[in-house]
């Protein structure tokens, strides 16, 4: 898959559980910049993302894909190109 | 938020922020959830607690925030397999009520500030109040005892909130006699509370007027025999506080229960009547891929 699929492919699924436009999702996009992204909306996230990718993050990643760069990087790494 | 906060709120806030990135959010989403009762009620707590020992303040934190870092994971799992990892009650009693470290430093502080922190269990608690207190001021309850006491915290508001009741207070873990002598100490409620450490028995004469069990049901083998053992200890009328947790895959917990009626179904085995009941969720599922975990509360009568 190839990284700009992956990249709106994760805003796709950030606007839907964080319940906001994509538009809001910048570059810059984390846990401090969305309100509404607090710890259960983020596992929603992480297990939406795994289903979406066929992937699985492991309990440390979860923990700290705290913002959209490196939810990008961690699911880059996982997918194949 | 920031115009209702108070100082060691603040200060459990700023040390979970400081070590769990992920669980920054929680005071404030509490906060907005439940306004300055919460606040009032929650700075209380941590005040008579901790004291001004705010190391203490920070260990407990962190203790927090790994029961509730774990429990997350242990609930992105069981949302994948609708079971609990398989585990006896000897094991448990072993990884967990018998770890006197674990207990201490990370099992009985997490499950204190949960008592805030959760909001289905700050719902309980408050519902406890609107729905069990009044019962044991109806039937003039002089007695009482809570069954798996954890950390003392149902005892404390029992006895605070109903004066000149006894309780005693059983459980197999040295470390949660430990915490309950100490909770009840600082609340100088101590004096009305005995501790047992063993099953629970029918320790007055007669039976005890009323009876709480706070979360053990889901951390035994044969729930079904502790409440027939409960029901013996206690009188013909007598009220009781009986909870449970549902689709909690809490590392210790080993019954699963997935419904209330299965509860209930047990609590009127047992020789119970239910008198009121309310199912508190962690958060509201948006399809049936989710899980949550909840909070099955009871009020009930035995028959």
Redesign the interface.
């Known amino acids: 898959m190839d990284t700009i699929t992956i990249h709106n492919t994760i805003i796709e699924v950030m606007a839907a559980i964080l319940d906001v436009s994509r538009d809001q999702i910048g570059d810059d996009a984390s ?1 401090d910049t969305i309100k509404a992204w ?3 909306k ?3 996230l ?2 939406t993302l795994e289903q979406e990718f066929g992937i699985e993050f492991d ?1 440390q990643e ?2 700290d894909l ?1 913002s959209l760069r490196l939810i990008e990087l961690a699911v880059r790494a996982k997918v194949p190109a | 938020m920031s115009d209702l906060i108070t100082p060691r709120v603040a200060a459990v806030s700023a040390a979970l922020a400081a070590r769990f990135p992920l669980l920054r959010k929680t005071v404030g989403a509490r906060v907005d959830e439940f306004g300055p009762a919460w606040v009032e009620r929650f700075e209380r707590e941590i005040e008579v607690y901790f004291g001004s020992d705010q190391a203490a303040v920070e260990r407990t934190v962190e203790g927090y925030g790994q029961f509730s870092i774990e429990a997350m994971m242990l609930q992105k799992r069981f949302t994948k397999t609708l079971s609990y990892a398989a585990m006896s009650y000897e094991e448990a009693v072993a990884e967990v009520y018998g770890n006197m470290d674990y207990m201490l430093g990370t099992y009985l502080p997490a499950l204190l500030l949960s008592h805030y922190l959760w909001p289905h269990h700050y719902r309980q608690l408050l519902w406890v109040h609107d729905h069990f207190v009044p019962e044991l001021r109806a039937v003039k309850a002089a007695t009482f005892c809570d069954v798996g006491i954890g950390t003392g915290f149902y005892s404390k508001e029992i006895l605070a909130a109903v004066p000149g009741i006894r309780g005693w207070g059983y459980d197999i873990s040295d470390a949660s006699i430990l915490h309950t002598g100490r909770l009840l100490d600082r609340w100088g409620l101590s004096e009305r509370y005995t501790l047992c450490r063993r099953e629970v028995a029918a320790e007055v004469e007669g039976g005890f007027d009323a009876f709480v069990s706070v979360e053990l049901l889901e951390h035994l083998e044969s729930p079904p025999d502790f409440l027939a053992a409960l029901r013996a200890s206690v009188r013909v009328g007598a009220p009781g506080l009986i909870t449970a947790a549902l689709d909690a895959p809490n590392r210790d917990h080993i019954y699963l229960y997935r419904d209330m009626e299965t509860v209930a179904a047990q609590l009127r085995g047992a020789g119970f009547a239910v008198v009121a009941e309310a199912n508190f969720p962690a958060y509201i599922i948006q399809s049936n891929q989710e899980t949550a975990p909840q909070a099955a509360c009871f009020v009930v009568r035995a028959v």
Do not use: G, Q, R
């Open positions: 846990m607090d710890s259960l983020h596992m929603k992480v297990m309990d979860v923990v705290l």
